[in-house]
């Protein structure tokens, strides 16, 4: 029996037809794989933005119950006792003893700022100052050197600056007996070079006080209102180191009579120096906190700095007499070699002129002398030299620059 005959044809037209069902599918495959892929990808998305939705509800919720909270009272430790005990006076005016964890005995301290609840009074939180970096950096850290025994020639200054300045920080309970007001301020003034700072760094010396020093024209600022800001961040941190003594040099610089023609620049010194004036001697108590200024022109400050009540006390730092040099060379020779010829009354009585200042750079010169001779002690032709060169200097300074009021 003969077998069909294989037709090729056909069997070529079921192939293609297979492969073209096959690539199909492959197709249909990888569009799939592709879709699986998007949704997947669509999947960690949305995922990330439910993740996120959620973070912002529970940020809402969270800022929807902070403002639910009751607001805090603010207030100032006055007092620390024993017992984790605190005296704190409320922005409300009344004054509160409230007991601190145990966790906060660090950051307690007289002069800080705490949030207390409104309900139980109880603390909160202890608010952290916002003091300017300039301002802190005022405080000094270690007191100065320089004693009473290092100024000579200014007895009677000392003694004012005891009563006025010392006195009240050490013995404050003998003004309540006498029944009045300790002096709150003092104004140093005269020439350059009689030793007003010197006045000022004894009296950092001598008392267990915080010392604040700053010269006034840090206070002058570029921008309005920072130049006040500072005068009240310095008066905050002397309240919060009570006692304290604040030190303000060259208070000229700040402290120029108020005229009614001036530039902008100068009416914002004016704006700093209303705000010195209201701190000085305003509304609210400046506390056990004395300040002491230094100047070289009295004549032009403000008659409103200058009053009692702000200064109380005015003291003039005049050049020394002859005995005042003699003790000022005495000092500033105390640690020199000197030659047998040389006679200190003989040296302070040529120095007519001298100030302070003048005398400390009249020993010095009359070293260098020594020292250019190759000697190894210092002559009284080396300080006749030294005069000759310092006071000489002095009297072809310019007139200006020499200062007019003291001619």
């Known amino acids: 029996m003969q077998e069909p005959e294989f037709d090729s044809n056909v069997q070529r037209e079921e192939d293609i037809e297979l492969s073209n069902i096959l690539d199909k599918h492959e197709t249909i495959e990888r569009n799939l794989t592709w879709e699986v892929r998007k949704l997947e990808k669509d999947k960690v998305l949305l ?34 006792l ?12 009344p004054s509160f003893l409230l007991k601190y964890a145990d966790k906060d005995a660090d950051r307690i301290d007289i002069g800080a700022r705490v949030a207390l609840n409104q309900q139980t009074f ?28 290092n100024i000579g020639g ?61 010269v006034a024209s840090e206070f002058v600022k570029k921008y309005i209102g920072e130049g006040s800001r500072l005068v009240r961040g310095v008066f905050e941190l002397a309240k919060e180191k009570a006692p304290a003594i604040i030190f303000i040099d060259e208070i000229d610089a700040i402290a ?11 009416r914002e010194v004016q704006r700093t120096l209303m705000q010195l004036l209201a701190e000085m001697d305003g509304f609210e108590a400046r506390g056990n906190v004395g300040i002491i200024a230094a100047t070289n022109r009295p004549d032009i400050l403000d008659p409103a700095l200058i009053r009692p009540g702000r200064f109380d006390r005015i003291i003039e730092v005049p050049v020394p007499d002859e005995e005042g040099k003699l003790e000022i060379l005495k000092i500033h020779t105390k640690n020199m070699t000197l ?13 007519k002129s001298a100030s302070g ?20 002690s210092v002559s009284a032709k080396n300080f006749e030299e030294a005069l000759d060169k310092v006071l000489n200097k002095n009297k072809n300074q310019n007139p200006l620059e020499a200062g007019v009021m003291y001619n």
């Open 256 to 266: 120029a009579k108020r005229l009614q023609g001036s530039t902008s620049g100068d």
């Open 339 to 351: 030659d047998p010829d040389v006679d200190l009354s003989t040296i302070a009585a040529n120095a």
């Open 82 to 93: 024993d017992d984790n005990q605190v005296v704190v006076k409320s922005s409300t005016g």
């Open 357 to 376: 200042a003048d005398l400390k750079s009249i020993c010095t010169e009359a070293g260098m002398f020594a020292i250019r001779e190759e000697h190894y």
């Open 154 to 214: 200014l007895k009677d200054q000392i003694r004012e600056t005891i009563e006025t300045v010392e006195l009240p920080l050490k013995n404050p309970k003998i003004f309540e007996e006498v029944g009045i007001t300790p002096p709150k301020g003092v104004l140093f003034y005269g020439p350059p070079g009689t030793g007003k700072t010197l006045l000022a760094k004894a009296v950092a010396h001598e008392t267990n006080a915080t010392f604040i020093k700053i």
């Open 47 to 80: 995922e990330n933005e439910n993740l996120r939705l959620d973070r912002e509800v529970k940020s809402l919720k969270s800022e929807i119950n902070r403002f639910r909270t009751p607001p805090l009272v603010l207030a100032t430790i006055s007092e620390i």
């Open 122 to 149: 109880s603390i909160v939180d202890i608010l952290t100052s916002e003091k300017d970096p300039l301002v802190s950096g005022m405080e000094i850290e270690e007191a100065p050197e320089i004693s009473y025994e």
